[in-house]
């Protein structure tokens, strides 16, 4: 009767985030798992017409089938996928860019061909340092005229990682099409912007790729227009997001979980520790799940609260290093990479 | 390929908005107008066994099947409704409840058996005071203990009023489960919470209804728990909203429409005027929609922008009275009748 629903952020292109309020398995079913476009849909695909092609940089340039694909060797991974601008609604003063809540993330097991047995079948030169994706979504910018294939590059050293992957297969369905079909990109660790969805073209090139999507978004500005300062967005910073209690909900005295996820980008999740006081003392969650690589981490923590009154509930993710996810993320034009710690208020009754 | 659909906001019971973004016609199609319940949804409903019992201050009590108010005259009337927490997430500081954006509303055209031939059918007894209406719907409240079934009650005079209405259809379907089939309350021109779903019983009282969705919530309160100065919440103030461009778009330089909604409870709507300059200077909107009584009119607004950086755009209606939205809506505890003007931020490149 109850139907969860992915949550609207923008219609054309689609964008809509994963309902994390009702969180429940790690693994985020498929009609669950966020959606970041940045154009218009493909047009339909011709799946008998449709080839992968590598080129650049090569030996020899070689165009798969999908039954080409299909016929070479396979891994399967679970990975987190998290948008650069997810809680970006969080940053104080307001950003431009879609206006992400905590739900620009979701979790899936991945199957395909690892990206290096296909570079190897094209085998890079020597002189090449970057590979390039070219993705089927074309469509205008605001900032420049004419039109845009979805581009971005990898360095060589990503792209030969053994768990980057050309995945034709989510959560054992084949891919859908809202979600990359024939063909996607899977870079673990690195945020979304990464995995090119509808892949056409695979360029291994001798020169660092300037295109839009690279070099004007998803890149950390201070000041705008501040190209030449510009950092790159990579890896995802230590996170966590509380999942429930939601914001401004009202609760009955008594015995509440609060529950949430965590994830980081190489190095794994040390803790998670909640506040119910608005950050004057700390209690050490309960995972719920096992450690992953690349996996996002349920968490839990009982809560027995007695006292009517507003409380302020936090949660912070602490990595392997040492890194605690900030009270305020440090500000950037563009609104990406927000970690602060994430804060709900509720009131009991 | 887009699916526009309703954003959800909670789960249980299930709140879910009007995607404002998308307006397109003046009518809500059905699958999305906003949905907003207080308990979980009525157990299925076996059509053959539902009475609706009108009883209390009355000659007769009756029990009419679904046939009987099918036999019965019905009229047609197109009613936007409102509910009392749109716009909630405005509020500063912050109320308890739904954090309803801008999409806690939505326009139908209702049919039906208008609500006093069947009260005149019981036969109102010269003691009568109010009537009340209970759903099907049943649930817990955090602040009570027990179960409490959705019961609200209207004064007579609004209760005999003509375009009061037992509503049995929406936009000419069969009046949707989520909507309250098999029949529901339309009360035009009160905000959505008078508008009882799933009627299962009228009860003609002697006396005032102080159950807890009448006297607790749905009542304005300057102090929390005051309920002795509590003010009820009625007829919907004079609103509107801008459905585009959306908060924190990015646009081209050049020609763009501003375009939204205004509304009002019982006196016609005078004017919309939109700044784009934070409210230095206003101009007059263009209607799109013809005046009637208790529908929203769509209005819009061409806008030539040829500097780039940032813009605040604002709408401000105003009715025949002369009231106009305020820049900010008195603060209530509970965050009910925010009708302050709205306002986006856009950034042209």
Redesign the interface.
């Known amino acids: 009767?109850?139907?969860?629903?992915?949550?609207?952020l923008?219609?054309?292109p689609?964008n809509?985030e994963f309902?994390m309020?009702?969180l429940a398995t790690r693994i985020t079913p498929n009609s669950l798992f966020f959606l970041r476009t940045h154009a218009?849909?493909p047009e339909h695909i011709h799946l008998q017409r449709w080839r992968l092609t590598v080129k650049g940089c090569v030996r020899r340039t070689i165009r798969l089938k999908y039954e080409d694909l299909c016929a070479l060797p396979h891994s399967t991974l679970p990975v987190t996928l998290e948008c650069a601008g997810n809680k970006r609604v969080f940053f104080e003063p307001?950003?431009?860019?879609?206006?992400w809540g905590i739900g620009g993330i979701s979790h899936a097991t991945w199957t395909g061909v690892p990206l290096r047995l296909v570079l190897e079948m094209a085998g890079i030169l020597p002189h090449a340092s970057e590979v390039l994706f070219e993705g089927m979504d074309i469509g205008p910018r605001?900032?420049l005229p004419g039109s845009f294939s979805y581009c971005r590059s990898l360095p060589l050293e990503k792209a030969f990682h053994p768990d980057t992957m050309l995945a034709m297969y989510m959560n054992a369905e084949v891919l859908p099409f809202k979600h990359g079909f024939p063909v996607r990109l899977i870079v673990p660790g690195w945020y979304g912007m990464a995995s090119v969805k509808w892949l056409r073209r695979i360029i291994v090139l001798d020169h660092s790729f300037q295109g839009p999507f690279q070099s004007r978004d998803y890149v950390l500005l201070e000041q705008p227009n501040d190209y030449s300062n510009a950092v790159p967005v990579t890896r995802m910073q230590v996170n966590s997001v509380i999942a429930r209690p939601?914001?401004?909900d009202?609760?009955?005295r008594g015995q509440h979980e609060i529950y949430g996820v965590a994830w980081t980008g190489t190095t794994p999740l040390k803790v998670v520790e909640v506040s119910t006081d608005g950050g004057e003392t700390w209690y050490q969650a309960d995972w719920v799940d096992e450690e992953e690589q690349y996996s996002w981490r349920r968490w839990r923590l009982n809560w027995n609260v007695l006292i009517p009154g507003e409380y302020t509930i936090m949660a912070r993710a602490t990595d392997g290093l040492g890194n605690s996810q900030p009270s305020k993320t440090a500000w950037n034009v563009k609104g990406y990479m927000n970690n602060s710690i994430h804060t709900v208020?509720v009131?009991v009754?």
């Not at 009767?1 to 609207?8: D, N, Q, R, V």
């Not at 307001?94 to 206006?99: E, L, M, P, S």
């Open positions: 009767m109850y139907e969860p629903g992915l949550i609207p923008s219609f054309l689609e809509k309902p309020s009702v218009p849909y307001k950003t431009q860019g879609i206006q605001t900032d939601i914001d401004r009202v609760l009955r208020h009131y009754e």
